[in-house]
């Protein structure tokens, strides 16, 4: 699970960010400079980027069987 984040959200609060990702035992990662609409803001290639490479990563866990 990718669990993506923005520094200055107004909506969702760093610590609920955090407690998601802690739900699907992974780490959040967090845009600096960022607020909610992260698609929408300057630096939404970072963002794009990063989801596009998890995606091609694939799941490692599926990759183990």
Known sequence: M????A?????VSNADVRATAR???TEPEFFPGMGHNMMLEPGWADV????????????P?????
């Open 48 to 59: 794009a980027q990063r989801i596009r490479a998890w995606l091609e990563a694939g799941d």
């Open 7 to 11: 520094e200055h959200d107004g909506f």
């Open 23 to 25: 739900a699907y035992r």
């Open 61 to 65: 866990a599926s990759q183990a069987r």
């Open 2 to 5: 990718l669990v993506l984040g």
